[in-house]
């Protein structure tokens, strides 16, 4: 198991720009691959980027593709997700989560979650 903890969202007037962290613990982060998810108001959570546990290879949902980066630094067992030109739809709570399978991930049902983080973009 590894225990996940994101930071980083606040309020951001759209074209604005944010990074979230999410810090791991329990388990070294190089062994385990990892995602961001989002979940709208009132909507359901989803897919928004992976990063397998290397970091040499990376999958985004296309509505944030060429706006979003992930990243990971494994020595600092901590995972990033830049986020520009954000839009007023990009609102929601922000979810870290990792797993031992990078297939996990991308089909959205990962074992670890963090707590989340809300994101608000202002128009």
Known sequence: QVQLVESGGGLVQAGGSLRL????????????????????????????A??????????????????????RDN???????QMNSLKPEDTAVYYCAADVSYATIRSGIPTNWGQGTQVTVSS
Request: proline share 4%; aromatic share 14%.
């Open 21 to 48: 962290s999410c810090a791991a613990s329990g388990r070294t982060l190089s062994s385990v691959h990892m995602g961001w998810f989002r979940q709208p108001p009132g909507k359901e959570r989803e897919f928004v």
């Open 50 to 71: 992976a990063i397998t546990w290397t970091g040499g290879r990376t999958y985004y949902a296309e509505s944030v593709k060429g706006r979003f980066t992930i990243s």
């Open 75 to 81: 020595a600092k067992n901590t995972a990033y997700l």
